[in-house]
């Protein structure tokens, strides 16, 4: 959970702190009628009716239903003190928006948490026949900073008895007390089921804490991780820690290691590293191999060397879900889709921000040692509205492929499947969308550096900030033949999962009139198209 600096604190004051709901969230310059219908508004990815929203935050599975609540400011679509906000959705797809969870209080604002269903009634908050979800989050205390303290952040809990409907903060908070660190938040806990105890790890600085407890009360700090390895170009936030078999191998597991970073990612501030390793209920070790990915190069001690969830500019504090059905065996994530750089300033209104597509994780072995593939999950199918196929791309040029689109419409998604000539010199090819205003983007793959690349950089308004990274790139981790790129577009994002997911990336952009046209391109070389489908879809909102 990002935190804004002093002066920006200092404005928005303590006033803005209060218990009881607004009567009906209202931008402090204007309040609008929400209608899903305006300008760049995402209609295949979560957001909320209006206001601020960033971190995803206790994202938990509970009787038929996902629940996501996330980071949330309802008098503002900048930043200002957290709430939590909340949905429920039967797929992950479709929401449904509830009340807001939790409100700020006497010890803080409500940062960056997550929440777990407490099976056993280990805390004692429910019963054996009504199981608590208890959320697990940091109180930040925003007088703490500016007068100089550095215990202004501690850990504290909450729980429902009635499915995440309501919500009672527990009269001991905080559980875990700040021992004097600045950055001292973002716990993501879960059960241990081989030692039998409750495992928080928590961002501290930069690297992670790790306490356990016997029942989300009591806490006792067991070890750290993290100094020496991945990348420290800023601070740590939204840690998560689960386990995953090896694809192929379900003899093997490992567990993974999530850990936002901003600013520091690869292409510019803020992403989510990850670590490969093995966990004991107390202490993480990473796995050798993948250990020479993640720490300091003895040829060049002072370059950092870390390994990307998602290489685009737009994806952070991601984790997963806790308490995922065991027979559903997925690991199902979600991120903010959004970036630090720049979040608080995009053209959009009376909302900021939207949430990655739902992704399922998997571990796989490859030629540069064990990688975590994302993949959009299943239920994505249960918004299709029609399909098409393209015989042919262009061996060179631009080809329209917009009258096979059903309705012409974006949402849509895209596969496509080429082979580029091992003797020929192949230039970039990959797939375009753009509008009758001269707005483009472009996303692809270039065969002469081995990277896939999103080109906004005429994709429409970019000059609210210069660090609107105008071209990302990704290295290519899968060396089949055959390029594989798996493409979502929304009204104002585009997400890329190339080789069955082995390579993610994740960008938004803000087109000056709505991208409706469609089309294919290669510059040059013997390029053969494989594979050329598509699909369109419907508003998750409609």
Not at 191 to 199: D, L
Request: with cysteine; hydrophobic share 35%.
């Amino acid at each position: 959970m990002k935190y804004l600096p002093i002066f920006i604190l200092l404005l928005l004051g303590l006033s803005a702190c209060k218990n009881e709901p607004a009567e009906v969230p209202a931008d402090a310059e204007e309040a609008v009628a929400v209608t899903y219908r305006e300008a760049h508004r995402p209609q295949i990815h979560f957001t909320p009716p209006s206001m601020w929203m960033n971190d995803p935050n206790g994202m938990v599975f509970y009787e038929g239903e996902y629940h996501l609540f996330y980071q949330y400011y309802p008098d503002s679509t900048v930043w200002g003190p957290m709430h939590w906000g909340h949905a429920v959705s039967p797929d992950m797809v479709r929401w449904e928006h509830l009340p807001i969870a939790l409100y700020p209080d006497s010890l803080g604002y409500i940062f960056s948490g997550s929440a777990v269903i407490d099976w056993k009634n280990t805390s004692g908050l429910g019963t054996a026949n009504n199981p608590p979800m208890v959320a697990i989050f940091t109180h930040h205390d925003p007088e703490g900073y500016p007068a100089g303290r550095q215990d202004f952040q501690v850990q504290s809990i909450a729980y429902s008895l009635d499915r995440g409907r309501t919500w009672t903060k527990y009269a001991d908070n905080p559980v875990v007390s700040n021992p004097g660190i600045q950055d001292f938040r973002d716990p993501k806990v879960s059960w241990h089921e081989a030692s039998q105890q409750w495992v928080m790890i928590l961002a501290v600085k930069d690297r992670i804490h790790f306490y356990t407890s016997p029942n989300l009360k009591d806490w006792t700090f067991a070890s750290e991780f993290g100094e020496n390895v991945g990348s420290h170009g800023g601070v740590w936030e939204c840690p998560d820690l689960f386990e995953l078999p090896v694809e192929g191998d379900p003899e093997q597991t490992k567990w993974v290691f999530l850990l936002s970073i901003n600013p520091g990612g690869p292409n510019g501030g803020s992403a989510t590293q990850y670590f490969v390793g093995d966990f004991d209920g107390k202490t993480f070790t990473l796995d050798p191999e993948f250990a020479q990915d993640v720490q300091p190069d003895p040829a060049d001690p002072e370059r950092e060397q870390a390994v990307w969830l998602d290489y685009g500019p737009d994806n952070y504090a991601g984790v997963t879900f806790s308490d995922v059905l065991d027979q559903d065996g997925r690991r199902l994530f979600m991120g903010w889709m959004g970036n630090w750089d720049y979040a608080q300033v995009v053209p959009t209104h009376p909302w900021r921000s939207a949430m990655t597509l739902p992704r399922s994780l998997s571990l796989h072995q490859t030629d540069q040692g064990l990688r975590v593939f994302s993949r959009p999950v299943k239920e994505i199918s249960g918004i299709y509205s029609g399909g098409f196929e393209v015989l042919q791309g262009p061996t060179e040029g631009r080809q329209e492929i917009t009258a096979a689109i059903p309705q012409q419409s974006i949402p849509l998604e895209l596969e496509i499947e080429a082979m580029a000539s091992p003797t020929e010199s192949v230039g970039p090819f990959g797939m375009l969308i753009y509008n009758d205003t001269g707005d483009t983007l472009r996303v692809g793959f270039d065969p002469t550096e081995q990277r896939y690349f999103v080109d906004r950089s005429q994709a429409g308004t970019n000059d609210f900030s210069d660090k609107f990274t105008p071209v990302s790139y990704a290295p290519r981790t899968v060396f089949d033949p055959i390029i594989k790129m798996n493409l979502f577009f929304d009204e104002a994002s585009v997400e890329l999962f190339a080789d069955n997911g082995a390579t993610v990336m994740t960008a938004i952009f803000f087109p000056n009139a709505p991208f409706r046209k469609v089309a294919l391109f290669s510059e040059g070389g013997e390029l053969e198209w494989k594979k050329i489908e598509g699909r369109s879809m419907r508003s998750i909102w409609r």
